[in-house]
């Protein structure tokens, strides 16, 4: 079972902003840091942001993470068709060792 | 190029045992954490284990522990799922991902499909 709690799905339209949450607890977003992954239809998930916002190469800057207390979050700006995917953060957790994952995020461009 | 082949994904009945491999190139496989993650028709991803470079911590999820062994061969630049007992609910598209020095992973597998059914 998911851990970490994100909204099931997202959209708008192209070139919009769009903002997924990921909330946690103290004993694992609270104590490490967060990645995000990218997983579009039918293929493997990418890194898409780790240890909260930095992005690796060649991931656009589009794409930017924030890390506040308990939570983190995963916004897209100028939101493009490509974009639609299923996204998900993900973090270690100290109580259970081991990682845990979002429940997933499905980002419709409309 | 960093490259992560698994193998080893077949059908398999309840109660079966089935061996994952996960061969990888492009880097210094020894020098890299390890793990499984698996995803279910239509679902969430689920991480699965971890094992550290020398093979000396070892860790699982609460939901397979006792039935899955993961272990790898550094001289063979190779990751092994060992999935004893399988179930129903065991059925999943299984990828293994090489974990970076900041708790992410940063390469994945394409992954291999394992169907327990009878």
């Known amino acids: 079972q998911s851990v970490l709690t994100q909204p099931p799905s997202e959209s708008g339209t192209a070139g919009q902003k769009v903002t997924i949450s990921c909330s946690g607890s103290s004993s694992n977003i609270g104590s490490n840091t967060v990645a995000w992954y990218q997983q579009l239809p039918g293929t493997a998930p990418k890194l898409l942001i780790y240890s909260n916002h930095q992005r690796p190469s060649g991931v656009p800057e589009r794409f930017s993470g924030s890390k506040s207390g308990t939570s983190g979050s995963l916004a897209i700006s100028g939101l493009l068709s490509d974009d639609e995917a299923d996204y998900y953060c993900a973090a270690w957790d100290d109580s259970l060792n081991g990682y845990v994952f979002g429940t997933g995020t499905k980002v419709t461009v409309l | 190029e960093v490259q992560l082949v698994e193998s080893g994904g077949a059908l398999v009945q309840p109660g079966g045992s089935l061996r994952l491999s996960c061969a990888a190139s492009g880097f210094l496989f020894s020098d890299y954490t390890m793990n499984w993650v698996r995803q279910a028709p239509g679902k969430g991803l689920e991480w699965l284990s971890y094992?550290?470079?020398?093979?000396?911590?070892?860790y699982y999820a609460d939901s397979v522990k006792g039935r899955l062994t993961i272990s790898r061969d550094n001289a063979k630049n190779s990751l092994y799922l060992q999935m004893n007992s399988l179930r129903d609910e065991d059925t999943a598209i299984y990828y293994c991902?090489?974990?970076?020095?900041?708790?992410?992973?940063?390469?994945w597998g394409q992954g291999t499909l394992v169907t327990v059914s009878s």
């Open positions: 094992i550290s470079r020398s093979s000396s911590s070892i």
């Open positions: 991902a090489r974990e970076s020095s900041g708790y992410d992973f940063d390469f």
